[in-house]
């Protein structure tokens, strides 16, 4: 589901107004509820409380599930207080912004515990890039401390920390929200930068650049607007608009039919061609044995043989089939938990279910699953038991067990197929079980003959209704089957070919083919493309991101590594800037297909290699990784170590020790020198396993469990916080609904003063009309005079009352007449100064602009003497300081100079 939170304001009442911002509210609103969009969306009240708004947010915020994409906007005020960005609301008091306005604090904090993959929070308000590095709200003790970082979703904000946003009078908007409405409305075919149908934020990033520039060039630098940016991290890559869905051939288009170096997926799954033998063996495999091994080379396409062809199959047939499972780093808690999630979901029962498990084995989980259906768990790349959790014995052995535990239990419904590397085997061999299970119970993936390679060549882009030019495909296999594991080569060049078809006469062409170049270099050379397309900078971090993906093994054995997302871009250390870059890098390899990403069981984004044939077929990738191999290798194990102590809450039995620990020792300042951040990172550590050396096991244990109270200390104090802070707020909320329903009161209690005042006013003023009448003319003087007002005489008081209230009347008309004329003379100087913004100071106007409109101004009152005589009679009577209190703008001086001119030769 998407689903949008989109609010803003014009701020509360005042000089300082803002004149669009409900209207780029309803704006957003329209783009992304459109059918491209598809986005529900809501928004608060405009006269709501800012704690409703908070609780509105909140609850939409928190209901979103993890297939869900939240986008939250906002077009206003921005304003600092100690550090912190607050938004100003309809109510909001200057003076007290942490009470009375939005902490943009509360709503990151939110956010970052929605459960949306994707979510984005646009800030189209002055000072947005405060957001890069919050501190805590109004606490100046912490104002260089940054406690919030979006480092989970994606911002995108108007201009930096101290730049001023921009309303737009020809826009009738903010230049944000107004080029991203158009951006995902009218405009979309313009934006779609990559021109695949539609709207990333990368294209939104791109077409905002284009319009920055566009819009500045044509305006003096002081009314240039700032460039809006993006920053933090996304899940995946972010789409604004959903895939173009006006006509079949659209929708086909959407999803390649090639699949560069990725393997193929239940969603792609039309498109796999060429292993329907290797599929009706593994069928006939698992009819005979729980447990099946389908061995084959790297680039073999055992991944997309079990994902495209098996999982489909027995989906058919019935089977439930578990989502493949990857070892990593954790293979045993990988497996259980992916286990009882997608069987068992989030609920209570899952420890029951994972001590089950530990107790008993894998197949004691059937009793749990209502059903008959025979169940299937795929585990991927096994290999990495051997690289990737080298370090770690137990879990090889434990993992390993637990699989093979199945092929021994009959007649169970729960069977399992593991895919594995070849040149793997002599590692299994370790394992008597595992390596009788090799010998009897595997399917061995075969060479592709021509016939099958000509399905994967021709199918897929028939599938879409394109053609190859005759003979293009025999050539295209004389050509790859030169090479040894050319699948991924294969499916890599068809992708580049599919970029390049003739879409007019719908064919693949001899043409492209040749101006492509040789298939056996292409993934070369468009690596080197890509890479060649980054700045200096960037490239070292492709270098380090890369490198950083790769096992580095014995020999030139080396497999590709999973890392965290997180992990990869902490090669950039605590510098913001740099993961900003780094993000940026990982987002075009991402694009490029040369990286993957996904979800881990605890839903924190990885980072893998598309493929292993990218580290030999980019030379470039090859020689990096010659370069200090040994280096690289002892860096890994620190990193397996580290790891291993954290995870057994820091017990000093698992710091680095011996052999290990003294080739760290040896190698730290070459590391250091070559893994800067990657060292800081793992420095703590490394110098606390020197320690341990010469410190008695007791005593650092002693010494590691004060540290650990501490922290529980620290924790408990701040949960007490928490529910004091929780506290306040509900006293908060019942003292503000207080405050408003005292405040209704009071405009009751105000109009039924103002209606005995009306009535008192009226029958003082019949009173004096009737005792005026009976009054003789020569003594209506004197005794005026003669009263002293004490209240001893009636006509003297009530005459005085009445003159008070023909007082008070003219005041208040005089009153109103400077208004009404102020009012004019506000219109007529905002007509002729287009540019002109609330926002802006009068410092910014030059003298000569000021009297250009000025003089235009003069001009427009003599042209009407109505309007110049309420003008100046309204002067006359309440005098230039009067006016001034109700007209803000630059070239007020100079008129009213003028308009006096006026009057020092009575030309009225």
Avoid at 45 to 73: G, M, P, R
Avoid at 548 to 567: A, E, F, P, W, Y
């Amino acid at each position: 589901m998407r689903r949008a939170f989109v609010m803003g304001s014009n701020g509360p009442p005042g000089d300082t107004q803002l004149r669009y911002a409900l209207n780029d509210v309803e704006r957003m609103r329209n783009a992304l509820s459109n059918e491209r969009c598809g986005f529900i969306v809501e928004s608060p009240n405009s006269e709501d409380k800012i704690w409703k708004v908070y609780e509105q947010l909140s609850d939409l915020a928190l209901s979103c599930s993890s297939d869900d994409t939240f986008i939250c906007h906002f077009s206003g005020h921005g304003r600092l207080f100690k550090g912190s960005l607050f938004l100003l609301w309809n109510d909001s008091d200057i003076d007290n912004l942490p009470k009375t306005a939005l902490s943009i604090g509360r709503i990151m904090e939110t956010l970052s515990y929605c459960k949306a993959e994707n979510r984005l929070l646009i800030l189209d308000c002055c000072h947005a890039g405060a957001v890069v590095s919050m501190p805590k709200n109004g606490d100046e003790a912490t104002a260089n401390e940054i406690v919030i970082k979006p480092d989970n979703y994606l911002v995108l904000v108007a201009g930096a920390r101290s730049e001023p946003a921009r309303e737009i009078e020809e826009l009738k908007g903010g230049f944000l929200t107004s080029n991203i409405c158009d951006a995902i409305s009218e405009k979309l075919d313009e934006a779609d930068i990559d021109r695949d149908g539609r709207i990333s934020v990368d294209d939104l990033k791109k077409w905002l650049r284009k319009k920055f520039q566009e819009y500045n060039e044509k305006l003096p630098k002081k009314y240039h607007v700032p460039l809006p940016f993006p920053y933090g991290q996304d899940v995946a890559e972010f789409f604004l608009t959903l895939p173009p869905s006006s006509s079949s051939e659209s929708k086909d288009c959407e999803i390649f039919p090639y699949q560069a170096l990725d393997s193929f997926s239940k969603k792609t799954a039309d498109f796999f061609f060429g292993r329907k033998q290797v599929v009706k063996d593994l069928q006939k495999a698992l009819e005979k044995s729980n447990f099946v091994l389908l061995i084959g080379n790297s680039g073999s396409g055992k991944s997309s043989v079990v994902k495209a062809g098996l999982t489909p199959e027995l989906e058919t047939n019935g089977w439930q089939v578990l989502d493949p499972v990857v070892p990593w780093t954790e293979p045993v808690s990988y497996l259980k938990y992916e286990i009882t999630r997608q069987f068992f979901g989030e609920g209570e029962k899952i420890k029951d279910v994972l001590d089950l498990i530990e107790a008993n084995g894998l197949t004691s989980i059937t009793e749990h699953i209502p059903g008959e259906k025979p169940i299937l768990i795929i585990v991927d790349q096994f290999e990495e038991i051997f690289t990737v959790c080298s370090q770690k014995p137990e879990q090889q052995h434990r993992f390993i067990e637990l699989l093979t535990q199945v092929a021994n239990t009959s007649a169970s419904r729960l069977k399992v197929v593991v895919t594995l590397r070849a040149d793997f085997l002599q590692d299994c061999l370790h394992y008597p079980l595992l390596a009788r299970l090799i010998q009897n119970q595997s399917v061995f993936i075969p060479e592709l003959e021509d016939e099958d390679l000509k399905q994967v060549i021709i199918e897929p882009a028939k599938k879409q209704n394109f053609s190859f030019d005759d003979g293009l495909p025999e050539f295209i296999i004389k050509e790859v089957t030169q090479e040894e594991n050319f699948l991924p080569l294969l499916q890599f060049a068809l992708t580049e070919l599919w970029k390049e078809k003739d879409e007019k006469n719908k064919k693949i062409t001899a043409n492209q083919y040749i101006n492509q170049g040789t298939i056996l270099g292409l993934l070369n050379r468009r690596s080197e493309e890509i890479y060649q397309s980054f700045n200096e900078q960037e490239r070292v971090w492709t270098k380090r991101i890369l490198l950083k993906l790769v096992r580095t093994g014995i020999g030139n054995k080396d497999t590709r590594q999973r890392q965290s997302k997180q992990k990869v871009l902490e090669i950039a250390g605590d510098n913001s800037e740099q993961q900003i870059a780094i993000q940026n890098v990982l987002n075009k390899l991402i694009k490029e297909r040369l990286l993957v990403t996904g979800n881990d069981s605890e839903g924190a984004a990885w980072i893998d290699l598309a493929h292993e044939a990218l580290m030999e077929r980019w030379e470039q990738f090859s020689l990096w990784r010659k370069e200090n191999r040994e280096l690289r290798r002892l860096c890994d194990k620190v990193d397996d170590y580290h790891r291993e102590w954290l995870k057994y809450q820091k017990d000093p039995r698992f710091l680095m020790m011996g052999g290990v620990l003294l080739q760290v020792e040896e190698k730290w300042l070459d590391m250091e020198q070559e893994f800067s951040a990657e060292c800081e990172y793992f420095k703590d550590f490394y110098e606390l396993s020197k320690s341990a050396q010469d410190i008695p096991e007791g005593c650092l244990k002693q010494k590691l469990e004060e540290q650990e109270r501490k922290h529980q200390l620290e924790l408990h104090k701040y949960q007490i916080e928490a529910v004091q802070n929780q506290a306040e707020i509900k006293v908060y909320k019942s003292q503000l609904e207080a405050k408003d329903e005292l405040i209704e009161n009071y405009k009751e209690h105000n109009q039924k003063l103002e209606k005995i005042a009306l009535n008192l006013s009226q029958n003082q003023t019949n009173l004096v009309i009737q005792l005026d009448s009976q009054i003789k003319p020569e003594e209506k003087h004197k005794e005026i005079i003669s009263n002293n007002f004490e209240g001893t005489n009636i006509y003297g008081n009530i005459l005085m009352n009445s003159g008070d209230i023909t007082t008070n009347n003219y005041v208040s008309e005089q009153k109103q007449s400077l208004a009404e004329a102020a009012a004019e003379i506000q219109e007529l100087l905002e007509q002729l100064d287009k540019t002109y913004s609330q926002d802006r100071k009068s410092q910014e106007m030059t003298t000569s602009e000021k009297m250009i409109i000025a003089s235009e101004a003069i001009k427009e009152i003599e042209r009407n003497p109505i309007l110049k005589q309420r003008i100046v009679r309204a002067l006359k009577d309440g005098g230039n300081s009067a006016i001034r209190e109700f007209i803000n703008h630059p070239a007020l001086s100079i008129t009213l100079a003028a308009i006096e001119g006026w009057q020092k030769n009575k030309d009225f």
